[in-house]
DNA sequence: GTCTCGTTACTCGGATATCTGGTGTCCGAGTTTCGAAGG
DNA sequence: CCTTCGAAACTCGGACACCAGATATCCGAGTAACGAGAC
């Protein structure tokens, strides 16, 4: 039941974006933490696709953040990846045991169900509460070279890095 | 991401282990909703190993519940089927990143992986706070007649069923 | 009638196939850029 | 010098292989129950 690492890859992604103006292409953001750029392209365009991130084609193309980091929720970036669908899937096979089942949707009636909803609603309300520009403000304050660095590396790798 | 199928089977089985006293054979539990009773079987090891279940072979032998309905929570069950690890893995990506890495362990220091662990904790939390037995309280009071219900259909299975 | 013992049947438990979804890769469609040619 | 046009290079986007884990199954090891036989 663990989460595809895709979403360590988009929340990082994400942050590094928010310390840029201009639009990024996937083969930079890839080497940035030397990951294949084709599987991280995959990412980024569910990202574009839940409207996170633009994308823009063409030379001097790539992603940018859609909208401004505040308005970004690691539940944004987790739903855009993983799909909105509950952890606990209930299959309703209360409906092969004993008693009535005229037309009842277990996925609400059922106490376990609602319990485990229950857990799902908490975890979804933590991360909706906390946006990357929360995460931000926090690297910003125990690294405050992290924003210059990023903006280094990135432009470095634009050019094709030397150290190769 | 979603959770393995197990876990309702396991939630469910509980519960009725808890309406009875003696020991219930896989195939009796499994033909209750009608799962494949080999599958069924795993699960059921799974808490065995974990002590929310005690298995005994041989004639009048099968699963019983392995302490009080009271004393096994939801997330007893869950990690017994899916496992201890948390939802969200962090492989530590940053360690290809710029700056520094001399022996930084990003599962504690990554902004990201703290807040994706305080969501983890907030859902365990929640998971934790319900048992077994509270679940029963509420299906006893939503659906009196259910224990004996279920009861009189194990016993049923128990000798074959004549409707077969 | 009671005890002993062997057989029997039943149960769990782990080792073994199959299949779906996550992982990884590739090539084509579309767009911007740039430069050259013409006015 | 300015405008226009065309080719080229770059980027995303979705379609195509590959692999791990979940799903499903089977058979052997071990044990309790039961019945027959002896005392």
Redesign the interface.
């Known amino acids: 039941?663990?989460?595809?690492?895709g979403?360590?890859?988009a929340?990082?992604t994400c942050?590094n974006l928010s310390w840029l103006d201009t639009p990024v292409p996937t083969d930079t953001l890839a080497a940035?933490?030397?990951?294949p750029p084709a599987y991280l392209n995959k990412q980024l365009q569910a990202l574009a696709r839940a409207g996170i991130l633009t994308s823009t084609p063409g030379p001097r193309g790539g992603f940018r953040l859609g909208r401004a980091a505040e308005a970004i929720s690691?539940l944004d970036v987790v739903t855009a990846i993983?799909?909105a669908?509950?952890?606990?899937?209930?299959?309703q096979?209360?409906d092969?045991?004993?008693?009535q089942h005229a037309g009842v949707d277990y996925r609400q009636s059922c106490?376990?169900a609602q319990?485990?909803r229950?857990?799902?609603l908490?975890?979804?309300?933590?991360?909706a509460g906390?946006s990357v520009a929360?995460?931000r403000a926090?690297?910003e304050r125990?690294?405050p070279?992290?924003p210059a660095?990023?903006r280094?590396?990135i432009a470095e790798l634009r050019k094709g890095p030397a150290s190769r």
Not at 122 to 127: G, M, P, S, V, Y
């Open positions: 039941m663990r989460m595809s690492q979403v360590e890859w929340l990082h942050l940035f933490y030397e990951l690691l993983e799909g669908e509950d952890l606990f899937r209930c299959d096979i209360l092969k045991g004993p008693g106490a376990f319990a485990m229950g857990a799902d908490a975890w979804r309300r933590e991360l906390r929360d995460v926090e690297v125990a690294h070279e992290s660095d990023t280094a590396r």
